[in-house]
């Protein structure tokens, strides 16, 4: 059965694309994981919602601003997005949009952490966020890849407040965020050779599959990118795609 938990405050609620090509999106994602789209009316710029199994999971919409790229967002529950937005400028984190209401719908900001990761917060009004998550097709984690972990863990402690433990999971430094001693996030350190120098801090997010191989290999003939093959770790058997635009995404086959 789906988890119908709502994220608490802190926890990742909602994740959503911003394309420059929302139709080919709509085909790519859909053809993946099973998706269907529901694309809204023009109040919403044609934001459109993806649902499994009738219950939303993720959304897509076009690119505004210029220079943007293509790309997932990954949006933390906010019980309040005023508080959220001021400890993050306590923080020495950025407001990229400061918090607005979305209709009736929530209440959503977007930021960057002291490295520069994109992230947003989303204050559930009518919209909750996604209502399924870890089944094949749905969000299953989101990690922060950076250069600077004591960093994150500092700003990231300070806003949501997540507490922090090491792990082994890929062989190079990681850390597991957790809150009120729930995993809730990941944080990776960005060193070696497998990292281009030119590659800034990100969120990156995962979905579940029931087999990374196969997946890896459909999102290849619907015109994706394999950029890391599939790969065993310690949760499972992971592969970084990106898709005909560029979003980089992830795939996870973690025995759910």
Not at 38 to 43: A, F, L, T, V
Not at 83 to 111: I, T
Request: hydrophobic share 45%; net charge negative; aromatic share 12%.
């Amino acid at each position: 059965m789906p988890d119908m938990t709502v994220p608490s405050p802190g926890v990742p609620n909602w994740v959503d694309l911003a394309t420059a090509d929302l139709d080919d999106a709509i085909r790519f994602y859909t053809a993946l994981f099973g998706w269907t789209a529901e694309i809204s009316g023009d109040d919403f710029g044609g934001y459109t919602t993806f649902h499994l199994n009738g219950l939303p999971v993720a959304g897509a919409g076009p690119l505004f601003g210029e220079g943007q790229q293509t790309a997932w967002s990954t949006y933390f529950a906010a019980g309040d997005a005023d508080a959220v937005a001021g400890r993050v400028e306590s923080a020495q984190g950025k407001v990229l949009v400061p918090p607005f209401d979305v209709m009736d719908q929530g209440r959503m900001a977007a930021f960057l952490d002291p490295a520069g990761a994109p992230f947003s917060t989303w204050e559930a009004g009518m919209m909750r966020g996604a209502e399924v998550f870890g089944l094949p097709g749905a969000c299953t984690w989101n990690e922060l890849n950076t250069r600077d972990l004591e960093g994150a863990m500092a700003f990231y402690g300070a806003v949501f407040g997540w507490t922090f433990r090491q792990a082994h999971v890929t062989g190079l430094p990681y850390v597991i965020c957790e809150l009120n001693r729930t995993p809730v996030a990941g944080l990776q350190l960005m060193v070696g050779s497998g990292w281009p120098d030119d590659l800034p801090a990100h969120w990156l997010v995962y979905f579940a599959v029931s087999d990374c191989d196969r997946a890896a290999e459909h999102a290849a003939s619907l015109g994706g990118r394999i950029v890391h093959p599939p790969t065993q770790i310690a949760p499972g058997r992971y592969a970084v795609l990106s898709d005909p635009q560029g979003g980089t995404f992830a795939i996870l086959n973690n025995h759910r």
